[in-house]
């Protein structure tokens, strides 16, 4: 054989195995055929941060995994995350509740001068009775501010059972409310908080919640039970606007309002030079002080129960405000444009209150009320003070000082 027949026929064998290892390669060209064995691009992937690592993770899950462990055991250690510590209410949660609360006490017993207030807080699992029942606004804004703290779970069913505990002595004439400022996500309870529920329910007690997180299905379930609003505050504007509504006195419910007569004593107020003990605080005080008609004790500020005698002090403004609750003032109709068109309300041109005049700018009749009983009109600024404050219409006084008494004789 000729060397010109070897390397044909070598040259032949040699096209063959090209021709199986390109049946073998999916007809992969040479120069793809080095990349086949060997794509070391296939086995990575591009995580969230933008780096390639391989698709084999088990030594990155091994060391994901040690890692979760070890915090997991650091957070065991540490502190519980308490969410009345949250900065979403700035500077925190804790504070603006307590800015809020001090402001809902004093437009409250302003409100309500012979109703009572009794604070209770809620941490590590227990509720506990941080100030009785009363009505010193003074006592009870001195006794919050020295102990603001938040730690451990909330347990909404102990405090339903120490406020039940705390209302049951109120009288059948009284209103029985609890008012529930709610930071927490969940609350851990050792029983059965639907019983506790129904016992809120049958003791006649309305309970409210202002929720600082999310909306809970306990709180929503506690107040449509007991009669109470349910709310979730967005911001510190908002959570004010949601404490202060409950701060008037509610309406009274027909079948509960039981005609009672209440012993009331109307002290005399000390003398500046005087000295005694305050039995109060059981020190001795010098000048401003109330003496109880009943037992003489001594006591700082009203309205209040006497602490020896137990006979339920008062001032006559307080007791003239209450009065005003509970024959409230109408509210006042506002002035139509066709109103404003009739001739006889185009002489009325001043506000009955203040003296001020009616017309806007180029002699226009602005906006303004009329009382439905004596017709007189009113600007909006006289309003708010007639209803939030005064509590008596000017018109209707003036006319009922105004007409002869006329005496028959037969």
Same mark, same amino acid.
């Not at 007809?27 to 933008?50: F, I, K, P």
């Given at each position: 054989?000729?060397?010109?027949?070897?390397?044909?026929?070598?040259?032949?064998?040699?096209?063959?195995?090209?021709?199986?290892?390109?049946?073998?390669?999916?007809?992969?060209?040479? %120069?793809?055929?080095?990349?086949?064995?060997?794509?070391? %691009?296939?086995? #990575?992937?591009?995580?969230?941060?933008?780096?390639?690592? *391989?698709?084999?993770?088990?030594?990155?899950?091994?060391?994901?995994?040690?890692? /979760?462990?070890?915090?997991?055991? #650091?957070?065991?250690?540490?502190?519980?995350?308490?969410?009345?510590?949250?900065?979403?209410?700035?500077?925190? /949660?804790?504070?603006?509740?307590?800015?809020?609360?001090?402001?809902?006490?004093?437009?409250?017993?302003?409100?309500?001068?012979?109703?009572?207030?009794?604070?209770?807080?809620?941490? !590590?699992?227990?509720?506990?009775?941080?100030?009785?029942? $009363?009505?010193?606004?003074?006592?009870?804004?001195?006794?919050?501010?020295?102990?603001?703290?938040?730690? $451990? !779970?909330?347990?909404?069913?102990?405090?339903?059972?120490?406020?039940?505990?705390?209302?049951? =002595?109120? *009288?059948?004439?009284?209103?029985?409310?609890?008012?529930?400022?709610?930071?927490? @996500?969940?609350?851990?309870?050792?029983?059965?908080?639907?019983?506790?529920?129904?016992?809120?329910?049958?003791?006649?007690? /309305?309970?409210?919640?202002?929720?600082?997180?999310?909306?809970?299905?306990?709180?929503?379930?506690?107040?449509? !039970?007991?009669?109470?609003?349910?709310?979730?505050? @967005? !911001?510190?504007?908002?959570?004010?606007?949601?404490?202060?509504?409950?701060?008037?006195?509610?309406?009274? &419910?027909?079948?509960?309002?039981?005609?009672?007569?209440?012993?009331?004593?109307? *002290?005399?107020?000390?003398?500046?030079?005087? &000295?005694?003990?305050?039995?109060?605080?059981?020190?001795?005080?010098?000048?401003?002080?109330?003496?109880?008609?009943?037992?003489?004790?001594?006591?700082?500020?009203?309205?209040?129960?006497?602490?020896?005698?137990?006979?339920?002090?008062?001032?006559?403004?307080?007791?003239?405000?209450?009065?005003?609750?509970?024959?409230?003032?109408?509210?006042?109709?506002?002035?139509?444009? #066709?109103?404003?068109?009739?001739?006889?309300?185009?002489?009325?041109?001043?506000?009955? $209150?203040?003296? =001020?005049?009616?017309?806007?700018?180029?002699?226009?009749?602005?906006?303004?009320?009329?009382?439905?009983?004596?017709?007189?009109?009113?600007?909006?600024?006289?309003?708010?003070? &007639?209803?939030?404050?005064?509590?008596?219409?000017?018109?209707?006084?003036? @006319?009922?000082?105004?007409?002869?008494?006329?005496?028959?004789?037969?």
């Amino acid at each position: 054989m000729t060397n010109s027949e070897r390397k044909r026929l070598n040259g032949e064998a040699e096209e063959e195995e090209e021709d199986e290892d390109d049946n073998l390669n999916g007809g992969l060209e040479a %120069w793809e055929r080095s990349y086949a064995d060997d794509r070391s %691009w296939e086995a #990575l992937q591009e995580d969230e941060s933008g780096f390639l690592r *391989p698709i084999d993770n088990s030594a990155f899950y091994h060391a994901q995994y040690r890692r /979760r462990l070890r915090d997991r055991s #650091l957070v065991a250690t540490t502190a519980r995350i308490q969410k009345a510590a949250e900065m979403d209410f700035r500077p925190s /949660r804790m504070a603006v509740v307590a800015k809020q609360v001090e402001a809902f006490v004093r437009e409250f017993f302003d409100q309500n001068p012979l109703s009572q207030i009794g604070l209770v807080t809620v941490k !590590d699992g227990v509720a506990n009775c941080l100030t009785d029942l $009363g009505g010193s606004p003074e006592s009870h804004i001195k006794a919050l501010m020295g102990k603001l703290g938040c730690s $451990g !779970d909330s347990s909404l069913q102990n405090a339903l059972d120490l406020v039940q505990g705390l209302l049951s =002595q109120i *009288p059948s004439y009284g209103h029985r409310e609890v008012l529930i400022l709610y930071s927490a @996500l969940s609350t851990c309870d050792p029983g059965d908080i639907m019983e506790t529920i129904q016992k809120c329910k049958e003791s006649k007690i /309305r309970c409210s919640v202002i929720g600082l997180s999310a909306e809970m299905f306990i709180c929503k379930h506690l107040c449509q !039970d007991t009669g109470g609003s349910y709310s979730v505050a @967005l !911001d510190e504007s908002h959570f004010k606007e949601l404490i202060m509504e409950h701060a008037p006195p509610p309406p009274a &419910i027909a079948e509960f309002a039981i005609a009672n007569l209440i012993k009331m004593g109307f *002290p005399q107020r000390a003398g500046e030079g005087s &000295i005694s003990i305050c039995s109060c605080h059981k020190e001795v005080k010098v000048g401003v002080g109330y003496t109880c008609p009943r037992c003489k004790a001594r006591v700082c500020e009203l309205p209040t129960d006497c602490r020896i005698c137990g006979l339920q002090l008062v001032s006559s403004p307080h007791l003239a405000r209450s009065y005003h609750h509970l024959f409230p003032i109408a509210p006042f109709d506002e002035v139509t444009p #066709l109103c404003l068109n009739d001739p006889r309300n185009r002489s009325r041109s001043t506000c009955f $209150g203040c003296q =001020q005049s009616l017309l806007s700018s180029g002699n226009k009749p602005g906006l303004y009320v009329a009382c439905p009983k004596c017709k007189k009109h009113f600007c909006l600024e006289c309003d708010i003070y &007639i209803h939030e404050s005064l509590h008596n219409c000017p018109g209707c006084e003036s @006319l009922r000082h105004s007409n002869p008494i006329v005496a028959n004789e037969g």
